[in-house]
């Protein structure tokens, strides 16, 4: 059973960087695992830790002989930096494998050195999830924030992810992956079908396919699926002083479907959708 999103992994080349502009620009607390992590996978990460919805993950590649390292140097060479992996949890991830791959998703053998197992993201429309044991990240930031004038933004309260067969999608996310998921409803202001589907504990999933290109949002979703390239297209996250993002050296728009939603295109390939706490 799987009982929550825990976080969603970007993969970027300038690990300090990524770290900065969570750190100093969005002011979000990060812990930094990079000394040992590229001991123990081979990888450089970082945990973004706000409170409430899912955790933000940086990941960089570090040891060119680590398994994790050569998966993200594969995904940097093919798509660039950019949403890697979404993960879940479950009690027993090698259970619930098993599970998952009589329901006819394409799950992976359990790849040297990881803690969990990957889902391929040709069964899951274009995105890597990564079925880890519950509570896989126990740490948190002790630092207190002395920025007065931070946004106060929140974990991920849910990730957007774009599909050409929105029916099929919500069987693979409602009754493959046994998570509660709404019936699709049509967003006729948004100009897509969407459901919303609701694990446990973490953020939400959003599916959302194109009924109405006309609409500035289902073009957006049109011109990412072009080539017919699914998968997470954005994070939504909560802001409690959202006019704060304006003075912070940030790549902000209004964004072209609500005038309540600014986004912030992102150097490492990451629309982030920022709404009003």
Same mark, same amino acid.
């Given at each position: 059973m799987i009982t929550g999103m825990p976080r969603i992994a970007?993969?970027?080349?300038?690990?300090?960087?990524?770290?900065?502009?969570?750190?100093?620009?969005?002011?979000?607390?990060?812990?930094?695992?990079?000394?040992?992590s590229v001991d123990s996978l081979g990888a450089k990460l970082a945990m973004c830790v706000p409170e409430n919805g899912s955790n933000i993950e940086l990941m960089s590649p570090a040891d060119p002989d680590?398994?994790? %390292?050569? @998966?993200?140097?594969?995904?940097?060479?093919?798509? *660039?930096?950019?949403?890697?992996?979404?993960?879940? #949890?479950?009690?027993?991830?090698?259970?619930e494998a098993e599970d998952l791959l009589q329901r006819g998703l394409n799950v992976l053998p359990l790849m040297a050195g990881a803690g969990g197992r990957d889902i391929h993201p040709n069964s899951t429309h274009g995105v890597l999830i990564r079925v880890y044991p519950v509570?896989?990240?126990?740490?948190?930031?002790?630092? %207190?924030? @002395?920025?007065?004038?931070?946004?106060?933004?929140? *974990?991920?309260?849910?990730?957007?992810?774009?599909? #050409?067969d929105i029916d099929h999608a919500v069987a693979v996310y409602g009754d493959k992956l046994a998570m509660d998921i709404s019936t699709a409803q049509v967003d006729s202001e948004r100009g897509v079908k969407s459901a919303l589907c609701s694990p446990p504990s973490?953020?939400?999933?959003?599916l959302v396919a194109v009924i109405d290109q006309t609409r500035p949002f289902a073009q957006s979703i049109a011109e990412f699926l072009e080539g017919g390239r699914e998968g997470m297209y954005t994070l939504v996250l909560k802001s409690a002083r959202p006019e704060a993002l304006a003075s912070r050296e940030l790549d902000v728009r209004a964004s072209s479907d609500s005038s309540e939603i600014q986004e912030?295109?992102?150097?490492?390939?990451?629309?982030?959708?920022?709404?009003?706490?």
């Amino acid at each position: 059973m799987i009982t929550g999103m825990p976080r969603i992994a970007i993969a970027v080349n300038d690990f300090p960087k990524a770290i900065d502009f969570f750190k100093e620009k969005l002011g979000m607390p990060v812990v930094d695992m990079s000394a040992g992590s590229v001991d123990s996978l081979g990888a450089k990460l970082a945990m973004c830790v706000p409170e409430n919805g899912s955790n933000i993950e940086l990941m960089s590649p570090a040891d060119p002989d680590a398994p994790l %390292s050569q @998966s993200l140097d594969r995904f940097l060479d093919r798509r *660039g930096e950019g949403l890697f992996a979404l993960m879940l #949890e479950a009690p027993d991830p090698n259970a619930e494998a098993e599970d998952l791959l009589q329901r006819g998703l394409n799950v992976l053998p359990l790849m040297a050195g990881a803690g969990g197992r990957d889902i391929h993201p040709n069964s899951t429309h274009g995105v890597l999830i990564r079925v880890y044991p519950v509570n896989s990240f126990q740490g948190s930031n002790q630092e %207190s924030s @002395s920025d007065a004038d931070s946004p106060g933004i929140s *974990g991920i309260d849910r990730v957007i992810i774009a599909v #050409e067969d929105i029916d099929h999608a919500v069987a693979v996310y409602g009754d493959k992956l046994a998570m509660d998921i709404s019936t699709a409803q049509v967003d006729s202001e948004r100009g897509v079908k969407s459901a919303l589907c609701s694990p446990p504990s973490g953020g939400q999933i959003e599916l959302v396919a194109v009924i109405d290109q006309t609409r500035p949002f289902a073009q957006s979703i049109a011109e990412f699926l072009e080539g017919g390239r699914e998968g997470m297209y954005t994070l939504v996250l909560k802001s409690a002083r959202p006019e704060a993002l304006a003075s912070r050296e940030l790549d902000v728009r209004a964004s072209s479907d609500s005038s309540e939603i600014q986004e912030i295109h992102t150097d490492f390939g990451v629309l982030l959708r920022i709404e009003q706490d």
